[in-house]
Every structure is written in C-alpha cells, then in structure tokens.
C-alpha cells in the first residue's frame, strides 16, 4: 500500500475519505488541462482550430472512457448547471439523448465541450468502487471527512454528501456492515482529526475542551439524502452543541449560531 510504505519511509502521511462511490467536482476535469489554459475564451479560441479541436475532443474521450467517466456517460452526472438548471440530476447520457445525440462517449464528447465553454457545471461522478471504500475506510490512517460544501436546502442537486456523510458512515459502515466499530468510527470523526489538525481543545469530551457534542442513537443514525435527492437531513440525531450550545435540541434545529472559524495550530516537526 502507498501510504503504508510511504509511512516505514518517514513520511507524515494520512488519508480521508468521504463513504460514498462517488465523487464531485467541475465539468472542467473532463477536458485536457493544456486546453483549459488561459481560461474558457482561449479554450473556445482552440477549438476553432480544426487539428486543436480535434486533438482536445480526442482527449475527452478519454477521460470519459478511462478516468473520471468511468466508460458510461450515465455516470456522469449534473450537480449545479447554471447555464442550464434543468439539467441538475440529469446524466450526460440524458443530455446527450435531449440533443438528439448517440448516447455514446465519442459523440457526447462535443457536449462536454459545449458545457465547459459555456461556464462549466459542478458535476457528480459514479466512479468509486464499493470495495474500495470499505478497505480504505478501515485502514488505521483513515479519517472521516465529507470533501463537502454548504449547499442551499433545496436548490440544485449536489453530492449527497453535504447532508449525510457521518450520519452514513455510522449507520451503513458500523452497524449494518460492520466495517468498523462505533468506538473506531468516532474516533475517526473527532479525536483522530482534532488532533491531525492541531486542534488540542477539541475532538475529546473532557474537562478543558470545548463541547462540540453529537448525541445520536447508534440504533436508528442514517443518512437519508440520495444522489437525485441530497436535500434531506439524516434521522437519529437528538442533540448538537457547538461550543457548548445547542444548535439541535430534541430534534429540532434552534436559532443559534455559535460556530467559529477554527485555526489549525501547526504540528512541531522533529527531524528523523
């Protein structure tokens, strides 16, 4: 393993990771970096160049056959399409087939294109193995983070994600796989991180740390959103203090806002 040997080696190395066979980000990751250069207008300038265009739609179809498109444009998937909102939830297949368009990856590379010239889309792509998540989920070096973003309730369709990631790591991966333990998998969420991050008062319930508290029950904890409707809190979790103040009671959210940027203090490092 990478990481592993790269530990024995010396290196201060770690990993997270977010419980999903998914991942989310730009439209832009489809196209060739050297074509992106510049920006979008010197990408369209590019693509005015018959050998350029060519060359560059050659690329996206590469990508979308061997990288992030996973070898099905029904993989890729609109998460906030602003040129176009009606195509939030709607795949790159389903464009394609709007279009009028062979639903294939060298005929809807074009469209990829279009979109990225247009302004681009921020964009879920169905390509983690499931096996994956669980082995490097249980790895010793593994923390749990949600890679996520604050999303207005409601509008678009992002990565479900920003609403579940550690409602679902506790309901699917400890009680219902078992991938790993409760104690494991909050420790993994809190100390585990706190401490990465050179946070010293926080990640541990104790006497001088800040109470940053989740009450749940590890019976009914579960995230609820999905990838065509994130938009949905998760069930099980009662009570949520941050710095010492509600801002969920008995279910309910209240109208506090107590939260703060937190400053990573950085780590001493020591030499070998």
Not at 69 to 75: L, M, T, V, W
Not at 143 to 161: E, K
Request: glycine content about 10%; charged content about 20%.
């Amino acid at each position: 393993h990478m990481v592993d040997s790269a530990r024995k080696a010396g290196t201060d190395v770690m990993m997270d990771q977010y419980p999903y066979t998914a991942s989310s980000t730009s439209f832009d990751v489809l196209v060739p970096p050297w074509a992106l250069e510049g920006g979008r207008t010197e990408l369209a300038k590019r693509l005015a160049n018959p050998t350029l265009k060519d060359s560059i739609t050659r690329g996206v179809v590469d990508y979308l056959l061997n990288d992030r498109g996973g070898g099905d444009i029904k993989r890729v998937q609109f998460a906030n399409v602003a040129w176009d909102p009606t195509l939030n939830g709607k795949t790159l297949y389903d464009w394609a087939v709007r279009k009028g368009i062979q639903p294939t990856p060298e005929k809807a590379a074009p469209l990829v294109l279009e979109g990225v010239v247009n302004g681009g889309a921020q964009m879920v792509y169905h390509v983690i193995d499931e096996g994956d998540v669980r082995r490097i989920m249980a790895h010793p070096m593994t923390m749990i983070a949600s890679d996520g973003r604050l999303s207005r309730p409601g509008q678009t369709v992002p990565h479900p994600r920003n609403y579940g990631t550690f409602p679902r790591v506790l309901g699917e991966y400890v009680r219902v796989q078992k991938v790993l333990t409760l104690e494991q998998a909050v420790h993994k969420m809190t100390g585990m991180s706190a401490k990465r991050l050179g946070l010293s008062d926080r990640g541990c319930i104790r006497v001088g740390c800040v109470a940053d508290i989740t009450v749940f029950d590890p019976a009914t904890i579960a995230d609820k959103g999905t990838f065509t409707e994130p938009h949905q809190y998760p069930v099980g979790i009662e009570w949520v203090l941050v710095n010492g103040t509600p801002v969920v009671a008995d279910g309910k959210f209240t109208a506090a806002r107590p939260g703060q940027v937190l400053r990573h203090v950085p780590r001493k490092v020591t030499g070998r």
